[in-house]
C-alpha cells in the first residue's frame, strides 16, 4: 500500500451497479472499504473489499459470514437494545451525555479461501457517528488523500445530508472526498478550483455555500461570471445554480469560507 492511497468506500444506500461498473472500468483504487449494506453492492461488482465497517444491521448475514469470522459478536436486535433502558414515552427521556452513545469497536481479521486477508470493524448499533462517517475516518487513520463514496447519495434525504456533512472532516485533513453517482459528483472547494471540460462529470457546475458566508467568490471561463461576489446560506440559490463551462479550463477563486460544487448531467 502506498502512503498516501485512494480509496473507494462503497455504502448501503442506493446504487446503479451498471453506473458502478462503467466507472469502475475508468478508476482504480488502492483500498476499497465496505460500509454495512455496501458489502453487497462490492460483491456484486466483484469487489475485495480491504476492510469492512459498520454495525452490522443491513448486510445479508450469509454474505456477514464470508468476511467475518464466526467469532464476531451477534448483532443486536431491537429488543436487545431496549433492554435495560427507560419504558417512558420517547418525549420524556432526556441523555444528558453523548458518552451514551460511545461504544468501542470491534476489530479483527479474517482470511478468505484466495488468501488475502479482510479487516472488519463492528460498532454498537447505537453510536453517535454513521456508518459511513466510521468507515470515513477509518480512510483518514490509514493515511487515504482521495477518498471516493459510491452509494452515498441515493435513497433517504437524511443519510444523503450526512453524507455531505461528513466531508468537512477530509477537507480538514486536505484529503479530498467526493460523493459520486450516475449524475452527479459532489466534493467541497476551500480557496480555489479548476475544471476541464473533458473531466467534469456533465454539463452542469453549481456552487452552494457549505459555511454560513461565503465571500469573494470569482468565476473565469463560465458562462455566467462573478467577481468579488458574496454567497449566504438561503440567499440567491440561484445565482450559482446550473452555471456551465464556456472555455475547456474554468477557474474559481474564493477568498474565505467553503463551497458543496456539484457537477451534474441530466438523466438520460
Given at each position: 500500500?502506498?502512503?498516501?492511497?485512494?480509496?473507494?468506500?462503497?455504502?448501503?444506500?442506493?446504487?446503479?451497479?451498471?453506473?458502478?461498473?462503467?466507472?469502475?472500468?475508468?478508476?482504480?483504487?488502492?483500498?476499497?472499504?465496505?460500509?454495512?449494506?455496501?458489502?453487497?453492492?462490492?460483491?456484486?461488482?466483484?469487489?475485495?473489499?480491504?476492510?469492512?465497517?459498520?454495525?452490522?444491521?443491513?448486510?445479508?448475514?450469509?454474505?456477514l459470514k464470508k468476511y467475518c469470522p464466526a467469532k464476531i459478536p451477534a448483532?443486536?436486535?431491537?429488543?436487545?437494545?431496549?433492554?435495560?433502558?427507560?419504558?417512558?414515552?420517547?418525549?420524556?427521556?432526556?441523555?444528558?451525555?453523548?458518552?451514551?452513545?460511545?461504544?468501542?469497536?470491534?476489530?479483527?481479521?479474517?482470511?478468505?479461501?484466495?488468501?488475502?486477508?479482510?479487516?472488519?470493524?463492528?460498532?454498537?448499533?447505537?453510536?453517535?457517528?454513521?456508518?459511513?462517517?466510521?468507515?470515513?475516518?477509518?480512510?483518514?487513520?490509514?493515511?487515504?488523500?482521495?477518498?471516493?463514496?459510491?452509494?452515498?447519495?441515493?435513497?433517504?434525504?437524511?443519510?444523503?445530508?450526512?453524507?455531505?456533512?461528513?466531508?468537512?472532516?477530509?477537507?480538514?485533513?486536505?484529503?479530498?472526498?467526493?460523493?459520486?453517482?450516475?449524475?452527479?459528483?459532489?466534493?467541497?472547494?476551500?480557496?480555489?478550483?479548476?475544471?476541464?471540460?473533458?473531466?467534469?462529470?456533465?454539463?452542469?457546475?453549481?456552487?452552494?455555500?457549505?459555511?454560513?458566508?461565503?465571500?469573494?467568490?470569482?468565476?473565469?471561463?463560465?458562462?455566467?461570471?462573478?467577481?468579488?461576489?458574496?454567497?449566504?446560506?438561503?440567499?440567491?440559490?440561484?445565482?450559482?445554480?446550473?452555471?456551465?463551462?464556456?472555455?475547456?479550463?474554468?477557474?474559481?477563486?474564493?477568498?474565505?469560507?467553503?463551497?458543496?460544487?456539484?457537477?451534474?448531467?441530466?438523466?438520460?
Open positions: 500500500m502506498r502512503e498516501h492511497p485512494s480509496c473507494l468506500v462503497v455504502t448501503g444506500g442506493e446504487l446503479e451497479l451498471a453506473f458502478a461498473r462503467s466507472f469502475l472500468e475508468r478508476e482504480t483504487f488502492d483500498l476499497v472499504i465496505a460500509v454495512d449494506g455496501g458489502l453487497g453492492y462490492a460483491d456484486a461488482l466483484g469487489l475485495k473489499p480491504d476492510w469492512v465497517v459498520g454495525d452490522f444491521d443491513t448486510v445479508d448475514e450469509e454474505l448483532r443486536l436486535s431491537e429488543e436487545e437494545t431496549m433492554e435495560g433502558q427507560s419504558k417512558e414515552p420517547l418525549e420524556e427521556q432526556v441523555y444528558e451525555s453523548v458518552d451514551l452513545f460511545e461504544q468501542e469497536e470491534t476489530v479483527g481479521t479474517v482470511e478468505l479461501e484466495d488468501g488475502r486477508v479482510v479487516f472488519w470493524e463492528q460498532h454498537h448499533p447505537e453510536k453517535n457517528e454513521t456508518d459511513t462517517e466510521l468507515a470515513r475516518s477509518r480512510a483518514l487513520e490509514l493515511g487515504c488523500s482521495r477518498i471516493v463514496f459510491l452509494g452515498a447519495t441515493g435513497g433517504r434525504l437524511d443519510h444523503m445530508i450526512a453524507n455531505i456533512q461528513m466531508l468537512s472532516a477530509c477537507l480538514e485533513q486536505n484529503v479530498h472526498a467526493e460523493l459520486v453517482d450516475a449524475q452527479n459528483r459532489l466534493y467541497l472547494i476551500q480557496y480555489q478550483a479548476e475544471f476541464e471540460r473533458e473531466k467534469v462529470w456533465g454539463k452542469y457546475i453549481s456552487f452552494f455555500p457549505y459555511t454560513d458566508c461565503v465571500t469573494g467568490i470569482h468565476l473565469a471561463g463560465f458562462k455566467y461570471l462573478l467577481h468579488g461576489w458574496d454567497l449566504k446560506k438561503g440567499v440567491e440559490s440561484g445565482l450559482c445554480l446550473s452555471n456551465e463551462l464556456a472555455q475547456d479550463v474554468a477557474k474559481i477563486w474564493i477568498d474565505k469560507g467553503v463551497l458543496v460544487c456539484v457537477e451534474s448531467k441530466d438523466r438520460g
